[in-house]
């Protein structure tokens, strides 16, 4: 199965996790800041909760695996996880549900591949000579867990080499599929270089995995006059780019956020290299910009599609709910005056750039087309335009029902974002109460991973007939690490939406 993404919400057949390893049970508070981390995380717990997403996304992809690890936890017991563990005998190896880790042990049997990225590897941790013999003359398993962990065996103990790197089970992150190109990360922060590195490894020396595309492999770069400025200059013109803000929304349309994480000058960079790929036949960019704040440092913790008709989104920029609030009292405090213009400091904008396929690309063109009024405003136009959805019938789930204070505690804790497994059937926290009563009010099922498994297992539910659920996941230490089910997925492929 080749790799293809043209939609979020098609039946999704190839996926690529990172089950939560060792590295994230050693979390300090000390370098919460340093690793971009709330909480310390419980891993056994973690580990429990993250085992049964990937139950669930065994089901959906892959039932023959997923019936191996239904037996095997039936005659070794549930808490015998060497099924989730890349490199050992047990694991459950799908080529539908496929572990950075693996990947990366594959990778690590070729010679050249594991020379060049011991290399790297140790040069961005400013490794010695001595530790990166060791590091070339390991064994590839071995070698993968230890470049992923930090972590390497010293004398019956393990000691750090390097920092670990506990935001790989956030594997939106380090690339996306746009239809059948690999649009590769470049970090905005030092705790997840080591990340966007593995993945653009993985993508040039996978046999299997990327063996197709490698010459559709697109990195954004800065200028080569970017060197010879100015440091201020640089942090303003510095290019960072994480998925968790770029959707490949219809087949035509693709949506980049600014944010935290992502750099206005990485906007500007994938503008210019889409439009001159007309192979992709993408002809509409929308920018996304919003406040660089902690609390939305992608815009896939702001909404996701769960269905062609009906979106699930963070009320907090909302502009019909910001209207609504002035009807009944005009607030003044989150303006400053710059000349004649009102700015609020919070702002949301929405830009769109199109560029039909059949007009030749010029990088001096302006392609420039319009700024819509707010988030509905763009969620609405893509049910309408891009998926033949009747005006009306767009439906806008908000976190919480917009209720203070729980909207804004529930987006903290991802109710906005949501895996689709298959249009109208998503993976959400279980945490998110009022954010769950909307989505039964709109007509959803709402069901526990627990449950849904239990069914599955026992085969009294078939995943095809499923529709419109809300499939919930426990999450009281999942949700500590900041991110929910569309940040934990780098789907591969997905069908095309009819």
């Known amino acids: 199965m080749k790799n293809f993404v043209s939609n979020e919400i098609g039946t999704l057949r190839k996926i690529l996790i990172h089950s939560p390893d060792s590295g994230i049970g050693k979390i300090l508070p000390s370098k919460f800041k340093d690793w971009l981390y709330d909480d310390t995380v419980h891993l056994p717990k973690i580990r429990q909760e993250y085992d049964e997403y990937t139950r669930l996304l065994l089901h959906f992809l892959d039932p023959e695996k997923a019936r191996y690890v ?107 599929m746009l239809k059948d190109h690999l649009l590769l990360s470049k970090s905005a922060t030092p705790a997840r270089m ?37 440091e201020a200059f640089q942090r303003e013109k510095i290019i960072t780019i994480e998925g968790g803000d770029v959707m490949m929304i219809a087949p035509n349309h693709l949506i980049v956020g600014c944010s935290e994480r992502t750099s206005k000058s990485a906007a500007d960079g994938i503008i210019h290299r889409i439009f001159s790929l007309p192979d992709l036949e993408i002809e509409r960019i929308s920018i996304v910009q919003i406040p660089e704040v902690r609390a939305q440092m992608h815009i896939d913790t702001i909404f996701t599609q769960v269905r062609r008709d009906t979106w699930v989104m963070y009320g907090g920029y909302s502009e019909k709910v910001a209207l609504q609030k002035q009807d009944i009292k005009r607030d003044y405090t989150s303006y400053f005056k710059t000349g004649d213009k009102e700015i609020r400091n919070d702002q949301m904008r929405i830009l769109q750039f199109e560029k039909p396929t059949s007009q030749p690309y010029s990088p001096s063109e302006n392609y420039f087309s319009k700024e819509l009024e707010g988030l509905e405003d763009l969620l609405e136009q893509v049910s309408v335009r891009d998926f033949g959805v009747a005006k009306n019938d767009v439906k806008i789930i908000y976190s919480a029902n917009n209720e203070f204070p729980y909207s804004e505690r529930e987006q903290w804790t991802d109710s906005c974002n949501l895996l689709a497994l298959k249009e109208g059937v998503v993976i959400g926290y279980n945490r998110n109460d009022k954010t769950i009563e909307q989505f039964q009010r709109t007509g959803f099922e709402i069901i526990t991973a627990k449950k849904l498994l239990a069914e599955l297992e026992a085969e009294t539910r078939n995943v095809a007939d499923m529709s419109d659920t809300l499939i919930l996941l426990s999450s009281s230490e999942l949700s500590r690490a900041r991110g929910g089910s569309h940040c934990m997925s780098c789907p591969l492929h997905r069908d095309e939406v009819s």
Do not use: W
């Open 70 to 176: 239904r037996d095997f936890h039936a005659k070794n017991g549930i808490e015998n996880r060497n099924v989730y563990k890349p490199g050992k005998s047990e694991y459950f190896d799908s080529k539908y549900v496929i572990d950075v880790q693996k990947l990366l042990g594959d990778i690590l049997h070729s010679e050249k591949a594991k020379i060049r990225l011991v290399s790297a590897v140790c040069a961005l941790e400013n490794c010695n000579r001595l530790l990166q013999n060791r590091l070339e003359n390991m064994p590839p398993i071995e070698l993968a867990k230890v470049f992923i962990t930090g972590l390497i065996d010293e004398k019956n103990e393990q000691k750090f080499i390097f920092p670990p790197t506990p935001n790989l089970v956030f594997t939106r992150d380090i690339g996306i």
């Open 194 to 230: 080591r990340e966007s590195l593995i993945a653009k490894y993985i993508a040039i020396f996978h046999e299997n995995l990327f063996n197709d595309a490698r010459d559709k492999i697109i990195e954004i770069s800065e200028d080569s006059d970017f060197f010879l400025e100015e």
